[in-house]
């Protein structure tokens, strides 16, 4: 009965309408099953939702953070071991892509920049504030810069993360995949297996000629109060004989002019005392003086500086080998032409929050066609391999692929005979068109934020301010020094986009 009625009435709006609206009715009923027909064939792809690899997890690695699906994947050497949705920067406050690693870790932080806004398990990745952490997930981009993670995983990966973690926020979806290249660090089995003795060894040494530096500044400083005695003692035995020669003349006035014997008598006895006494102080002088002409304080101040240099040198042996028992990370920037070396020394940071990361090694570096994009690629040795160490590639910029990247860079020879032989498990190079970002410094490993990207959440933020930073300039009793990196490298050839924050400055005494 439906589908008569429905019937009649289509012929008579057809009667009614004509030929042209039966054509217009024909076509809107060919464009509705042709969306129809899209619709199911291009479905939405699914939210992503949280998610644990069926396997026993071993330690976390790294992070990627995908901007484009709003996802998280945490990996460990054979693989992803957790997902989860984010919810990054909204418009205008975007979450920076680029290189990050964890630089400080808080469970119970609260925001200075948003109304005390709690900030449960977080995990910093910048010091002007851009942190993972448990939050609101609203299905969308929606953040003020932050990563937000449901509050659960947050609780999750707090307690499996440690200090120094690396953190790849992309613009797209991007996975480690295994790589090889004869570029990449090749450890010596012997140097490894020697390196924990030559630590053990070096910092004995350390401590020895550090203990003997001491004494020896001691032994200076006894001599340098003796030698400033002895010419006090000099001066007065100096003021005495002029005063005893004094009295010897008067005597010898006294005597010429005696008129009678017992006066000559008295003048003699007066004479004869006055130069006596002359004589004396005359021997003192003498001995006073070729005891403060005697090698003995300068020897001593030259025996303390060369102690000093020994424990300088030892310092710095000792700190080395220490150093080599850590991953190390290495950052090759085409803006800057330079290669940059980061190792964790565990020392807490002067200035509070956070570890120091020796920076001693800054050094130019060869890239073929530097005038071409390279893209963005982070190499990491994820297991040993034998021998070896098995390696993956993360890509998250335009550019070369990861092997015509490594192809065109020349590392200098004196930086892998520092550092390869001994590079373990966790460690990376980076090769990135980016210069190192500002919000780098002494107690960060890498922030390199992409040029190419919104970074909204990040260059409205304050940045930090100068301080020192490590380096082979000047070594302090712990194996590390500071100055001041350069403020303003070199931009990227051809870039003109903004680059809000991304020059390499050091950084500061507090964070938001």
């Known amino acids: 009965m439906v589908n008569r009625v429905t019937t009649a009435r289509s012929t008579v709006a057809m009667r009614r309408w004509g030929p042209p609206a039966i054509v217009t009715l024909a076509v809107m009923a060919a464009l509705t099953a042709l969306t129809a027909g899209a619709t199911a064939r291009q479905a939405r792809p699914k939210a992503p939702t949280e998610a644990t690899a069926p396997r026993d997890a071993g330690e976390p690695i790294m992070a990627i953070v995908s901007i484009k699906t709003q996802q998280v994947t945490i990996y460990d050497a054979d693989g992803w071991i957790l997902r989860a949705p984010v919810s990054t920067g909204t418009t205008g406050r975007e979450t920076p892509a680029g290189v990050f690693a964890i630089l400080e870790k808080n469970k119970d932080h609260r925001s200075s920049l948003y109304d005390d806004a709690e900030m449960p398990n977080m995990q910093r990745i910048t010091w002007n504030g851009i942190a993972l952490h448990g939050g609101p997930l609203p299905g969308y981009a929606a953040s003020h810069g932050c990563v937000r993670m449901p509050f659960g995983f947050a609780e999750k990966l707090f307690d499996m993360t440690r200090i120094g973690m690396r953190v790849i926020v992309s613009p797209d979806d991007a996975e480690p995949v295994g790589f090889s290249h004869p570029a990449l660090f090749v450890p010596s089995p012997e140097a490894i297996a020697a390196a924990p003795t030559r630590a053990e060894t070096l910092a004995r040494e350390a401590a020895e000629a550090a203990w003997t530096a001491g004494e020896a500044k001691k032994a200076a400083a006894t001599a340098a109060r003796e030698a400033a005695a002895l010419k006090v003692s000099l001066r007065k035995l100096e003021g005495l004989k002029t005063r005893a020669d004094a009295g010897l003349a008067y005597a010898d006035k006294a005597l010429a002019a005696a008129k009678t014997d017992e006066a000559k008598a008295r003048a003699e006895d007066l004479k ?3 130069a006596a006494k002359a004589a004396e102080l005359t021997n003192q002088i003498n001995t006073a003086r070729n005891d403060a002409q005697s090698p003995g304080a300068a020897a001593a101040r030259d025996a303390a500086k ?3 240099a020994r424990k300088a040198d030892s310092a710095k042996a000792a700190s080395e080998a220490k150093l080599a028992l850590e991953p190390v990370s290495i ?12 190792r964790p020394t565990h020392k807490p940071a002067p200035d509070g929050g956070g570890i120091v990361f020796d920076a001693t090694i800054e050094v130019p570096v060869t890239i073929r066609n530097p005038e071409s994009p390279i893209g963005t690629h982070v190499f990491t040795a994820v297991a040993r391999n034998g021998a070896s160490l098995r390696w993956t590639a ?3 910029d335009n550019g070369d692929n990861a092997k015509a990247a490594l192809d065109r860079i020349t590392i200098p020879q004196e930086v892998l005979d520092r550092i390869a032989p001994t590079a373990l498990p966790r460690s990376s190079i980076v090769i990135s068109d980016e210069p190192l970002s500002s919000e780098t410094n002494y107690r960060t490993e890498f922030v390199a934020v992409l040029s190419t990207e919104p970074q909204g959440g990040f260059v409205t933020r304050r940045p930090t301010v100068d301080v020192r930073v490590a380096s082979d300039d000047f070594q302090g009793g712990d194996g590390f020094g500071f100055f001041n990196f ?9 870039n003109t986009r903004r680059r809000g924050g991304q020059y390499y400055r050091p950084m500061q005494p507090g964070w938001w």
């Open 306 to 308: 060369a102690a000093e």
């Open 331 to 342: 950052y090759i920037s085409r803006a800057t032409q330079k290669l940059y070396v980061r």
């Open 272 to 274: 004869q005392k006055a």
């Open 394 to 396: 993360v890509t998250i």
């Open 486 to 494: 350069p403020r303003d490298p070199a931009p990227q050839t051809g």
